[in-house]
Nanobody, 116 residues
Framework: QVQFVESGGGLVQPGGSLRLSCAAS????????MSWYRQAPGKERELVAA????????NYADSMKGRFTISRDNAKNTVYLQMNSLKPEDTAVYYC?????????WGQGTQVTVSS
């Protein structure tokens, strides 16, 4: 079955960086656009970044532009999110999924906490 396993989160100071990874399985990864999403406490899940199936076109939510970079390795069925210049408001659980997402299939996510 479809499965996503996110990793790479942690506690980081404002201005710091993290690189998230998501290993996908159970579907033909290279055929699907992929995205990162996040959900902060008390808020709805939101789209962070998206990449086409080949990874040659990417899009970002306005508040992430210039700070986050999505990439993918289709040989490894893995999508990445490089996050730089992190802010406290980036604190959330980060998830990957295809774009648009399978609404009933989510991984456990990886917690990112930005705090001094």
């Amino acid at each position: 079955q479809v499965q996503f396993v996110e990793s790479g989160g942690g506690l980081v100071q404002p201005g710091g960086s993290l690189r998230l990874s998501c290993a996908a399985s159970g579907f033909t990864f290279r055929n699907y656009a992929m995205s990162w999403y996040r959900q902060a406490p008390g808020k709805e899940r939101e789209l962070v970044a998206a990449a086409t199936s080949a990874g040659d076109v990417t899009n970002y939510a306005d508040s992430m532009k210039g700070r986050f970079t999505i990439s993918r390795d289709n040989a490894k069925n893995t999508v990445y999110l490089q996050m730089n210049s992190l802010k406290p408001e980036d604190t959330a659980v980060y998830y990957c999924n295809k774009n648009p997402p399978w609404t009933k299939v989510w991984g456990q996510g990886t917690q990112v906490t930005v705090s001094s």
